[in-house]
Nanobody, 120 residues
Framework: QVQFVESGGGLVQPGGSLRLSCVAS??????????MGWYRQAPGKQRELVEL??????????FYVDSVKGRFTISRDNAKNTVHLQMNSLKPGDTAVYYC?????????WGQGTQVTVSS
């Protein structure tokens, strides 16, 4: 059963950068077939209301929500069952808990997420 584990969050000043990582365990050799997404849970909101921030297909096609276009870059390494999110020019509005998961969401696979706080 696939499980996602996120890392790389932290406290950063506006304009700063962070690189998030996610490892999928228990997926065997099928990770490469997953469409993978990075989601974020804004402060005070339930995880059921997470926002899809970026996604990447098995062949590398990407999608970004308008608010992060030009600032965030999603990538994946199928050989290592990992997906990354490079976040540049961070804004206070990017503050959230960030999760990775598949598309469609694998409900049993939610990890603990990684907190990103953008503040001066």
């Amino acid at each position: 059963q696939v499980q996602f584990v996120e890392s790389g969050g932290g406290l950063v000043q506006p304009g700063g950068s962070l690189r998030l990582s996610c490892v999928a365990s228990g997926s065997g050799n099928i990770f490469s077939r997953y469409v993978m997404g990075w989601y974020r849970q804004a402060p005070g909101k339930q995880r059921e209301l997470v926002e899809l921030v970026a996604s990447i297909t098995s062949d590398g096609s990407t999608f970004y929500v308008d608010s992060v276009k030009g600032r965030f870059t999603i990538s994946r390494d199928n050989a290592k069952n990992t997906v990354h999110l490079q976040m540049n020019s961070l804004k206070p509005g990017d503050t959230a808990v960030y999760y990775c998961n598949g598309i469609p969401i694998v409900r049993s696979g939610w990890g603990q997420g990684t907190q990103v706080t953008v503040s001066s």
